[in-house]
């Protein structure tokens, strides 16, 4: 938590790289202190679309820490990693790719679901997460593509292959 000022500092910082200010408030939902709701409040609609969904992602979990469902859903991570979002409950592969590729699902939850895939780690999940990287914000592609870099799984090489090959994906 002493990281915190300099984190909001940063992502105050416009002037800043946007990848700067994304990883800033990543960071600040990671540490998930309630202090830090208000400044990811100020910049969730941020016009820069990788540092709004970040505050927006940052505030969910922030939120989730603080209630009773944190209980339920925090299985133990395989991956020792402090994701921006925690699992969904238990669903079937398929229940949890449909919700990880509905646009029209919040971030959030589409965040829970491909976290649940990655624990998973069968192919079926690894082939739900492939799709994923063909839907969804740049910021999104690039977290299905961390994921499955964390499974390294034969399995995710064609889809990761594909998603480097297009020059037309974000840097």
């Keep these: 938590e002493s990281a915190n000022p300099v984190l909001v500092k940063i992502l105050e910082d416009i002037t800043q790289e946007p990848m700067v200010r994304h990883e800033a408030a990543e960071a600040l939902g990671a540490i998930g202190s309630p202090e830090n709701l208000c400044v990811l409040e ?13 505050c927006q992602l940052a505030l969910e979990r922030i939120k989730w820490l603080q209630s009773p469902d944190i209980k339920e859903a925090s299985s133990v991570n395989p991956f020792k990693s402090i ?3 925690p699992p969904t409950n238990t669903r079937t ?3 949890l790719k449909e ?4 646009e029209c699902e919040t971030l959030f939850n589409r965040y829970r679901a491909m976290f649940s895939l990655r624990n998973a780690r069968t192919k079926e999940a690894v082939l739900a997460l492939g ?3 063909k839907c969804g914000s740049a910021l999104f592609r690039h977290e299905v593509a961390f994921v499955l870099g964390q499974l390294q799984d034969e399995c995710s090489v064609p889809f990761l292959k594909e998603s480097l090959e297009d020059e ?3 840097e």
């Design 42 to 54: 100020k910049y969730k609609d941020d016009p820069v679309i990788e540092v709004a969904e970040t």
């Design 99 to 102: 919700m990880l590729l509905n």
């Design 93 to 95: 592969i398929q229940e």
């Design 83 to 85: 994701d921006p979002a």
């Design 131 to 133: 799709a994923g990287l």
């Design 168 to 170: 037309s994906e974000n």
